[in-house]
Structure formats: C-alpha cells, structure tokens
C-alpha cells in the first residue's frame, strides 16, 4: 500500500480539499499529524465528512494544539515541545493519506519543520493555489523538496484554470499535473467524489 504526504506552497491553498479527494480516489485512511486550533472542526472532520466511501478511516492526531498558530508557537502557548519522534505513523493495511499543516517550512519546533516529517518512499502531492506570488511559492517548494533529496509525485492546482501560470510551473520545475480543482460554490460529497473520479487515473499511475 502507498503513503501519500499532501503538502502545500502556504497556508489556505487548498490541502484539506486536496486530501479529501486524493483519500476518496484511492478510498484510502486520512491522517494528519499536527493540528493547530479549531479542535471542535479540525481538518479530519471535514475530510471524513466530504467521504463517500465506507473504507476510510481517520487517524488521531500526534499533536492537537488548542491555538491556530505556526504549530511551534502553538505548542508553546500550550507549554509542551513538539518532538518529531512522538510523531509516529499510524499502522494501516490501506493506503495512508497524511496532511501536512502550512507550508513546507513550517516550524514544528525550534530545528524541524513539516518538511522533516516527509520520508523518501512518501508519494508527495504539492498543492499550488493561483495568487500573485504563487509561481515563485510553487518554484521554491518544489526546489526545497529536491534539495533534501524527496521526489515529487504531482501538483493539483487550485482555482480556476490560468494557463500562463499552470504552464510555466510545469515547464520549469519539470513536475507531472495531477489535475485542477476549479473554484466551486459548495463543496459537499457530490463535488469531492467527482473529482476524485477525475483524478483517481493519474492518481494509481504516480
């Protein structure tokens, strides 16, 4: 079974919606590691409502931390250290889809960020949101994620389709287009579960 890590070029682009459709697709387990503030709605509750299969299954967090904050500050608001050893993956017979929180460089305490919870047989989706900036976001990302050594599966943009910005992404950082997820009006079952029919092909060949 794969392990896909979902991680994003920033905060708010789109990685929960990313992760309920890449967990749909492949009916796989959800986990995210560290979650920082909205402890009554975390991500993995809107992940497992957004499912329409009954495979999935949720896995608790490593860290729950009461402030939505930079996870390193959060922690120590709640007067605890975050330590990446006590963040240990989940035992699974299914696929594993594990959400990262913030950018790839987000401290999870004073030396490691998120990007050190990635290990090398990890399938790395990166999601790219469309904004002024986020061509250089992407670029860095993705040249960070090299420099240490990782490999980088696919993108899925998020927004409707910009081809300038979509094209350039592609061509130089030389990375596969898992698909595009457009700007809905709701996002519900119906909307999640037709894209992951879109994207499950491209999905089982990365």
Request: aromatic share 4%.
């Amino acid at each position: 079974m794969n392990k896909y890590f979902i991680t994003g070029i920033g905060t708010d682009v789109g990685k929960t919606v990313a992760s309920a459709i890449v967990t749909e697709a492949l009916e796989a387990d959800y986990w995210k590691p560290v979650q920082a503030g909205e402890l009554q709605r975390t991500d993995t509750h809107s992940v497992m409502d957004l499912l329409s299969n009954s495979n999935s299954k949720a896995h608790d967090h490593s860290y729950a931390l009461k402030t939505p904050m930079s996870p390193h500050a959060a922690a120590e608001i709640d007067k605890i250290e975050i330590d990446i050893d006590k963040i240990i993956e989940p035992k699974t017979e299914n696929h594993l889809v594990i959400e990262g929180a913030g950018g790839l460089l987000v401290p999870l305490n004073s030396q490691d960020t998120i990007i050190d919870l990635i290990k090398k047989e990890y399938k790395i989706i990166l999601v790219s949101r469309h904004y002024l900036g986020s061509i250089n976001h992407t670029l860095l990302s993705i040249n960070e994620l090299r420099r240490r050594g990782l490999t980088i599966s696919g993108i899925i943009f998020n927004g409707n389709e910009h081809p300038t910005t979509e094209h350039i992404i592609k061509e130089i950082g030389k990375v596969e287009v898992i698909g595009r997820i457009n700007e809905e009006n709701v996002l519900n079952k119906t909307v999640i579960k037709r894209y992951a029919n879109l994207f499950k092909s491209r999905l089982e060949t990365i």
